[in-house]
């Protein structure tokens, strides 16, 4: 059912269907009946000389002037509008705004839940890790309890449990060297697009430089993932950055121990002389030795 106009200076109709029968917060209803509420109060406003719904009280429209059907045409169009747009419309949107209230009431819950479960885990893992420290220090102990009285003080075994989480830690982080370091830069943004180049998308965290600022110097992006298999999974694709224009020279590492870094720095150094010495072959670092490439493949294909 519509409802229509004769005068024809309001909207020439308003359908019942497009309002409040679907549930939704129509933008195009709420236009609709503001620009015929609109031409009403402009209509009335004309006729007893007001130059806005302000101006009028009734002792301004009480006038001889206007014919009686004239007012009961306005009378009922503005109760229409009223009581079959208006109040529609209001209960649409506060049903709506109740559910919206709803969906971030529950989705508030699944954070708050998702949190404790993350928590819960991480607790789990480090009592995992503290139960095995505690095994084996006992297990020492029995056999050095007069000379290491002190190696199951909860002090000592605090610290060993420390400095397990430290190396499992450790062991998911990677470090991004060569990207230049600039004011007031993102480092989030730098490292998802180096992992793009790689095609590699994973969660990552903890994203930030390290290290002292220092003039002509770049530091390096310390970031970490989920799990040792994935920095294996990107470490592997590293070498790809050489081929990528503007990434030639960035190259990324596990984040190692100081004594791991010394000993990777001697190692690196051992195979500079080794590739200088013999130019002919092919010598990289695997597992922490160096290997000739060649003799590798000769041995595969004895095998």
């Known amino acids: 059912m519509a409802v229509q106009y004769r005068t024809g200076k309001y909207l020439d109709e308003i359908h019942e269907t497009s309002i409040g029968t679907d549930n939704v917060f129509c933008e195009i209803n709420v236009k609709e009946v503001q620009e015929s509420s609109r031409l009403l109060v402009n209509d009335i406003c004309k006729t007893f000389g007001a130059e806005s719904l302000t101006d009028l009280n009734p002792a301004m429209m009480n006038k001889n002037t206007v014919v009686k059907a004239q007012m ?35 989705d508030q819950k699944s954070i708050i839940k998702l ?47 420390q400095k397990v989480a430290r190396e499992d830690d450790r062991s998911k982080e990677i470090l991004v060297f060569g990207v230049a370091e600039e004011k007031g830069e993102c480092a989030t943004a730098k490292v998802a697009k180096i992992l793009d180049h790689l095609e590699e998308k994973p969660k990552f965290q903890q994203c930030r430089r390290i290290g002292q600022q220092r003039d002509n110097s770049v530091r390096p992006i310390k970031f970490s993932v989920r799990s040792t ?51 002919n072959s092919r010598y990289f670092i695997r597992k922490g030795e160096i290997v000739q490439a060649a003799l590798e493949e000769s041995f595969h294909s004895t095998g």
């Open 115 to 161: 949190q404790s479960d993350l928590i819960s885990q991480k607790n789990e893992e480090l009592g995992l890790v503290s139960k095995t420290v505690e095994t084996e220090l006992k297990t020492y102990s029995s056999a050095l309890q007069q000379s290491c009285s002190t190696a199951l003080s909860p002090k000592n075994i605090a610290a060993a449990v």
């Open 72 to 106: 009961a045409e306005w009378l009922f169009s503005a109760i229409y509008l009223l009581e079959q747009c208006s109040l529609p419309l209001m209960s649409n949107a506060r049903v709506q705004l109740e559910n919206l209230n709803e969906e971030k009431i529950e």
């Open 229 to 279: 298999d994935i920095v294996y999974q990107i470490l592997s694709k590293a070498k790809r950055l050489r081929e990528v224009e503007g990434y030639k020279t960035v190259y990324l590492s596990p984040n190692r121990t100081p004594e791991e870094r010394v000993a990777r720095q001697k190692l690196v150094a051992e195979l500079k002389q080794k590739r200088i010495g013999d130019p």
